[in-house]
């Protein structure tokens, strides 16, 4: 099952992006089985968590994102979508969507890129 992420590009500071993620390989039952996260990799760091959501819409942030990035999803779409606002230099990156135990394939990711 291959993720499918979308929408990223470049912004400036204090600008929003909406990422979208497709996992349209995948059958129903098992996508909402799963907690699905936005990851993220800036270049020369590690990959890391950045949101989580559960098929009944409960959310997670990771501290540096908490209040500027809002996670949710369309169990019947099997999409995934993270709502980024506020978005700061230290934001960019590339975006992946996986489930929280990171079972699915790697998609390409969307690069997000904030200018100062």
């Known amino acids: 099952v291959l993720p499918v992420e979308s929408g990223g590009g470049l912004v400036q500071a204090g600008g929003s992006l909406r990422l979208s993620c497709t996992v349209s390989?995948?059958?129903?039952?098992?996508?909402?089985?799963?907690?699905m996260a936005w990851y993220r990799q800036a270049p020369g760091k590690q990959r890391e968590l950045v949101a989580t959501?559960?098929?009944?819409?409960?959310?997670n942030y990771a501290d540096s994102v908490q209040g500027r990035f809002t996670i949710s999803r369309d169990n019947s779409r099997k999409r995934v979508y993270l709502q980024m606002n506020s978005l700061q230099p230290d934001d960019t990156a590339v975006y992946y969507c996986n489930d929280d135990r990171r079972e699915l394939s790697w998609g390409q990711g969307t690069q997000v890129t904030v200018s100062s």
């Open positions: 390989g995948a059958i129903t039952s098992v996508f909402n089985s799963k907690i």
């Open positions: 959501v559960t098929r009944l819409g409960s959310t």
